[in-house]
């Protein structure tokens, strides 16, 4: 078993970001989000699947042009290719695990 604690994860924005590829090598690779309200990612795109577990908060998603809401228990599943991004649509932070199926984060900005 291998062990690491958020806290000694590398900050990227409003993210704390496990890289599976330092840490083992692992197949996934997680940003665990806060982001505030207003805040959000930019319309971008992965080579592989993401899959997003909304843990509090709420938001509201674009993604390949249609734009669904979304609040605590929710999981948004993107295909690989798709072009999505979302925002803290609420008054409090929006709480969210993103999960990438690949070692490391490859992403490209549309917007």
């Known amino acids: 078993m ?3 604690t ?3 994860l590398p900050q990227r924005g409003m ?5 599976g590829a330092d840490h083992g090598p692992v197949g996934i690779s997680v940003y665990l989000v ?3 309200p207003g805040r959000g990612a930019p319309l971008h795109r992965h080579p592989y699947e993401e899959v997003t577990f909304v843990r509090s908060g709420r938001g509201r998603w674009l993604v390949e ?4 809401d979304a609040a605590p228990g929710d999981i ?3 295909q690989a290719g798709e072009v999505h991004g979302f925002v803290n649509t609420g008054d409090e932070p929006l709480v969210l695990l993103s999960v ?8 490209e900005n549309v917007e």
């Open 6 to 8: 958020q806290k000694d």
């Open 15 to 19: 993210s704390h970001a496990f890289v």
């Open 65 to 68: 042009g249609e734009t669904r």
């Open 100 to 107: 990438h199926l690949n070692e490391r984060f490859v992403q």
């Open 2 to 4: 291998y062990v690491v």
């Open 76 to 78: 948004r599943v993107i």
């Open 34 to 36: 806060e982001a505030p």
